[in-house]
């Protein structure tokens, strides 16, 4: 690339349930569209079939709407970065398709994107609301498929310190939400009425898990244990109780990432934290990391609530950065559901 060269940055973000596109100016982001799909809330859940079938119906206007919103041509792209993984397999088909057949008709280079690599990077987005850590830093990355604590060297040099054994942090706000008779998705609705409850009210245990790893399973079924015990006395315990129920829920996990946190800087020395991913939203999570720097000097980073859920833009900042080192994909790439941060 020459060296003052203006780069624009296609990005298409189809991992799980949102069909996002966003068009970057080098590391500044012109436009950030989403589309939701909102007919998994029926189910209590995501139904890989139904998102499928949705991205393929959202992902010409979500592209053609980043594009007029970022008021270029598609003649002006240098590049289409996209979701390769990981993520469910017949979504990520739908963005990986689109991408390969737009950067071969327009003929342009195609950049695939590690879908956790950029929760991570989403911090370097050009944003005057935002400042990007440091290298070596600390990622905390929490949605609703994974929890991981990632060292992170350079944007190209990254590796897992410590990950969940079983569910994810998303899962066991969700699936805690849902024992409480909450509508889908339920992890907002935790942290909402846990702003009012008391967080000491009920306690619940924090599980023994060896080095930096996590386990969020137990403590799920500690829940449902509590709720059936609960309700057996009081058939309207929950409506009773439910800020508190909640506040202690929340503080609960709060409390199990926080301890693995404090262990991994501890180990490693590293006091630049970042927190990304889908769960990253959370109030009560976001508020005890930013403590940190007053009762421990860590510098934490926490990105805008736009750049914490799926989004592509994040793909979009990795793309920038993987354009100007030239990694570039060929054709034949295909969609990996499983794909680990290296």
Sequence with gaps: MLENETIYILAIESSCDDTSAAVLMNDKVLSNVVATQAIHKEYGG??????????????????????ARANIDKKQLSAIAFTRGPGLMGSLLVGTSFAKSLSLGLQIPLIEVNHMKAHVLAHFINDDSMKPPKFPFLALTISGGHTQIVQVNDFFDMKIIGQTLDDAVGEAFDKSAKILGLPYPG???????????????????IPKVKELDFSFSGLKTSIL?????????????????????CASIQYTIITILMKKLKKAVKLTGIKEIAIGGGV??????????????????????????EYCTDNAAMIGIVGYYKYKNEVFAQQDVTAKARYLIS
Aim: aromatic residues 12%.
């Design 46 to 67: 995501v139904v890989p079939e139904l998102a499928s079938r949705a991205h393929q119906q959202n992902i010409v206007p979500v592209v053609d709407q980043a594009i």
């Design 280 to 305: 990253s939203a959370n109030s009560g999570i976001r508020k005890a990391l930013m403590d940190t720097q007053t009762t421990y000097g860590w510098k934490t980073y926490v990105p805008k609530f």
């Design 187 to 205: 992890g907002p609705l935790i942290d909402k009425y846990a702003a009012t409850g008391n967080s000491h009210k009920f306690e619940f245990p």
């Design 225 to 245: 244990y509590f709720i059936q015990k609960q309700t057996k006395i009081d058939p309207h315990f929950i409506e009773n109780n439910l800020e508190d129920i």
